[in-house]
């Protein structure tokens, strides 16, 4: 019985360590994205603009650029994460 509470165990570390990598991963576009949003909106209401398509184009495009600058390290996390996690297997 005692094999079967640490195999949960280990379930429940390798779970909550994978949500916290989604967190810090999905942090910083999240971020960039509301900052854009955020600047765009202002902009719009300062100038009374209000076309949909204005508020989308540049937050794709600051995401895109997010993804495209932080990607290696993301992807170095996630490599990091999987050698450790298949590295504690017995």
């Known amino acids: 019985m005692q094999d079967a509470n640490m195999d949960a165990d280990s379930a429940i570390d390798l779970t909550r ?3 916290m ?3 810090v991963l999905g ?3 999240l971020l960039i994205g509301l900052a854009v949003g ?5 902009l719009q209401a300062v100038t009374q603009v209000q ?3 204005l508020s ?6 600051a995401i895109m650029l997010a993804l495209a600058a ?3 390290w993301m992807m ?3 490599v990091e994460f999987g050698q450790e996690m298949f590295g504690s297997l017995p």
């Open 17 to 19: 360590q994978a949500v």
């Open 70 to 72: 932080l990607g290696p």
């Open 56 to 61: 989308f184009v540049p937050k794709i495009i």
């Open 27 to 29: 942090t910083p576009v």
């Open 76 to 78: 170095a996390r996630v």
């Open 38 to 42: 955020l600047g765009v909106s202002l």
């Open 51 to 53: 076309e949909h398509t």
């Open 21 to 23: 990598l989604v967190v």
